[in-house]
Every structure is written in structure tokens, then in C-alpha cells.
């Protein structure tokens, strides 16, 4: 079994930062990928940035060079610092693991999701 736990939302100002967090544990043999999600009101959820095991990143159009997504291996950790934030940026973030637990299983794993709101 593998848990996930966010930490950092809050309610900033427009322009403002915020960094979120997201720890793994459990039964991990290997992280494959990690990253983040978000989901507006009445909206799909979408990618926000996700970074695989070897440091490749890959980011939304909307959040390039505002948003940078980091890993620390030793942790299980990832963490999402978020500059320059503006109000279509409010939604609910959920982090997404792709791990290995065994050597014949990979699973996709899901935070409970923090509330990012960006005040105008």
C-alpha cells in the first residue's frame, strides 16, 4: 500500500507564491513519476507538471516559467514552487505517483488534494 500526502495550499494574492508538497511511503520499490494535477470548478482536471525519475520535466503552456516542479529521491518527495500566480490558477491540486511496488507491479497513486485560491 502507498500513501500520499499533500501540504502547502493556502490562499495567496494575485502575483503571489506558494509551494506545495507531496511525500510518498509505503510499499515503494521505485518512483517512476511524480506530479501534479489541478481541478477548477466545472473544469476536467488537467497536468499541471510532472518530472520522471531520471529529472525530465514536462510543464502546462499556462504555467511555464511561472511553475517549477522538483523531486527529492531520498525523500519520496515532490514539491511544486508556484511564482507569479494569478487568479485562473485557483483550483484543487492532486499529486499523482507512478510506482513500483514490486517487480511486477506498477500502480498509479493519488493525494487527497490541497486548495490553492488566488485572490485578485
Known amino acids: 500500500q502507498v500513501q500520499l500526502v499533500e501540504s502547502g495550499g493556502g490562499l495567496v494574492q494575485a502575483g503571489g507564491s506558494l509551494r506545495l508538497s507531496c511525500a510518498a511511503s509505503?510499499?515503494?520499490?521505485?518512483?517512476?513519476?511524480m506530479g501534479w494535477y489541478r481541478q477548477a470548478p466545472g473544469k476536467q482536471r488537467e497536468l499541471v507538471a510532472s518530472?520522471?525519475?531520471?529529472?525530465?520535466?514536462n510543464y502546462a503552456d499556462s504555467v511555464k516559467d511561472r511553475f517549477t516542479i522538483s523531486r527529492d529521491n531520498a525523500k519520496n518527495t515532490v514539491y511544486l514552487q508556484m511564482n507569479s500566480l494569478k487568479p485562473e490558477d485557483t483550483a484543487v491540486y492532486y499529486c499523482?505517483?507512478?510506482?513500483?511496488?514490486?517487480?511486477?507491479?506498477?500502480?498509479?497513486?493519488w493525494g487527497q488534494g490541497t486548495q490553492v485560491t488566488v485572490s485578485s
Open positions: 518530472i520522471a525519475s531520471g529529472g525530465t520535466t
Open positions: 499523482n505517483a507512478r510506482i513500483q511496488s514490486f517487480p511486477w507491479r506498477t500502480s498509479d497513486y
Open positions: 509505503g510499499s515503494i520499490l521505485k518512483i517512476v513519476e
